[in-house]
């Protein structure tokens, strides 16, 4: 059928979650690509309420197959916690692939993140120190553990034991009292390679036979462009890919095979840790926001920091991504504002800018340019076709379409997959 990509085009905690639910309902594969348990999509359907944070969004439609692949950290064990809680309320997860190629987080990994933030006291990441970036170290270094290496119990002792060693001397040279111990660790990764041993494979053939015989495949987006590894702004970002292009390297998917890229972006800004916000709120309106659309970390439960929206670094996310189409969220969030802000540029020692520049210190200068306009004073929720929002909501909403220049084909009015208004398909005709 085709292959869909849905990333977030601002800093994480756009929405991903429930627009790749509701695309998964026709989808036959669905791929998580990058990242590990730093991320999380909050999913309202009618099986319930749930936070994912390894476990592929599909898994709520029986006939989809989840792949997590290459390009992913894995921690054995939050996935298997994420499995049992799927379990238990009645989400089956036998339809769970797991690439052998796939990185694996390992304990030591943790205290390595808590670390080398500690080490940064006065300029700290702001990581969720679940291990993930000490992971994706070790993968670059060529040092890492795949999910294949737990299939052998007799190398699996001895590979961990040099990696429990060379941990240990890291962590004794960034100042850290804690050590791993690598019997503990190749006892608890040997009961997690038993549960995990039946969904472990190399997808790679199996990717390559979906494509070839033009399956419905979602690319599942974990965290938002502008925590890119190398389009984001280094060096507050996470450790991996997060552009399409990164959706397309972790899962093994050729770009001629590629159809549809959905940017998914929220009707204001938020970010979690440090780094430029530059239309950040920090007055009432910003509190006022922050309580009502419950603007803390799925994953950490850390307060976002909130914004007007942002068309410059928007603009940007779409240059780089190549966006098809847009999916505007949470505008419901907005309903009882008097005014609502949009950030149309930014101003830099008298020059107007209308993309963001990529040296930080020329960011932290900008002056974000404003255009105010009348709120809608009403209630959104409900509306189940454009031109049944308020007229101010509309004229929002048209507005960012003029200043993206890309078309809102999905507009979010609530956390439940039926809440919101489809404009235009999100899966691309047959012969589109």
């Not at 190398?155 to 060379?166: G, L």
């Not at 972790?250 to 938020?270: D, L």
């Not at 909501?393 to 609530?414: D, K, N, T, Y």
Request: proline residues 6%; negative net charge; charged residues 25%.
């Amino acid at each position: 059928m085709s292959v869909v990509a849905v990333v977030g085009g601002q800093w994480g905690d756009e929405g991903k979650g429930k627009v790749i639910d509701l695309l998964a309902e026709r989808a036959d594969f669905v791929i998580r690509s990058q990242g590990g348990d730093n991320a999380g999509h909050t999913v309202v359907n009618p099986m319930g309420e749930f936070a994912l944070h390894l476990v592929p969004c599909g898994v709520f439609n029986p006939d989809s197959t989840c792949i997590i692949a290459p390009g992913v950290a894995l921690n054995p064990a939050i996935l298997l916690e994420e499995m049992d809680r799927l379990e238990q309320h009645g989400v089956s997860t036998r339809r769970l692939l797991l690439s052998d190629r796939t990185q694996v987080v390992m304990p030591y990994h943790l205290l390595l993140d808590r670390a080398f933030e500690n080490h940064r006291a006065d300029d700290p990441i702001g990581t969720t120190l679940r291990g993930i970036g000490p992971a994706y170290a070790d993968k670059a270094a060529r040092v890492g553990l795949r999910l294949g290496d737990l299939r052998n119990a007799a190398t699996w002792e001895a590979k961990v034991q040099t990696a429990v060693e060379r941990a240990n001397r890291l962590l004794v040279a960034f100042g850290s009292g804690q050590r791993c111990d690598a019997d503990e660790v190749v006892h608890d990764y040997r009961r997690h390679a038993e549960r995990l041993q039946p969904m472990i494979c190399d997808t790679a053939p199996v990717v390559a036979a979906a494509v070839a015989r033009n399956a419905a495949i979602l690319l599942e987006g974990a965290q938002g462009t502008l925590l890119d590894l190398d389009h984001g702004n280094y060096p507050y970002v996470t450790a991996s890919s997060c552009t399409v292009a990164g959706l397309l390297q972790g899962a093994g998917i050729p770009p001629r095979a590629f159809s549809r890229a959905i940017g998914v972006y929220k009707a204001y800004s938020t970010r979690v840790g440090s780094g430029p916000l530059p239309t950040e709120l920090l007055d009432a309106t910003g509190d006022y926001i922050r309580e009502r659309a419950h603007e803390f970390g799925a994953t950490t439960g850390r307060a976002r920091r909130v914004g007007w929206f942002d068309s410059v670094v928007s603009r940007y996310t779409i240059a780089l991504n190549g966006f098809d189409a847009a999916a505007l969220m949470r505008i419901d969030m907005l309903d009882e504002l008097d005014s609502v802000k949009l950030c149309t540029a930014y101003e830099l020692d008298g020059e107007r800018l209308d993309l963001p520049p990529s040296n930080l210190d020329l960011h932290s200068r900008c002056k974000p340019v404003y255009e105010e306009l009348p709120g809608w004073r009403e209630s959104t929720r409900g509306a189940t076709r454009f031109e049944d929002l308020p007229p101010a909501a509309i004229s929002f909403v048209q507005r960012v379409e003029a200043l993206l220049a890309v078309p809102v084909h999905l507009i979010g009015l609530g956390p439940e997959r039926s809440e919101g208004i489809v404009r235009q398909p999100l899966w691309p005709s047959p012969t589109s």
